[in-house]
């Protein structure tokens, strides 16, 4: 498996991470009630606390970012392609994408916002630049 491939599992680790401390965070404090129940009737999160709504924002944020990594990462692996450029930007999206779930989730600003606009421009960036760089374009030809 390429590191490209070990960091998207990575990211996904970190987001059923995220999930599971939203959720435990949920049934802290909303009670077996409403874990238990089909959740038919909806639950408003921002009226829990404000570390249900943070933790909440955090999973939504995190499949955000796999929704734009786990293209790009598939589409290297189907392509063949892994390049020192793919291998540390992908390694960099993982670190970046830790980073910013523990910011996150413990409410640090302004170090949060950082990390992510250091994970989606720089570090995805440089994985689409790495990608691109290597494949040819047939209609080009």
Do not use: C
């Not at 910013?100 to 170090?111: K, N």
């Amino acid at each position: 498996m390429t590191i490209e491939l070990w960091a998207l599992l990575g990211t996904t680790f970190i987001l059923w991470l995220a999930i599971f401390t939203q959720q435990v965070n949920i049934d802290k404090n909303s009670g077996a009630k409403y874990a238990l129940s089909n959740r038919e009737q909806g639950h408003e999160f921002e009226g829990a606390t404000k570390t249900t709504a943070r933790l909440s924002r955090n999973v939504r944020n995190h499949v955000e970012g796999l929704a734009m990594f786990a293209p790009l990462v598939l589409i290297a692996g189907v392509a063949g392609v892994s390049n020192s450029f793919t291998q540390y930007a992908a390694v960099a999206v993982l670190a970046f994408r830790f980073l910013h779930f523990v910011f996150y989730s413990f409410g640090i600003t302004p170090l949060r916002s950082i990390v992510w606009g250091l994970g989606f421009f720089v570090a995805q960036g440089a994985f689409l630049w790495g990608l691109l760089a290597t494949v040819s374009f047939p209609m080009l030809l």
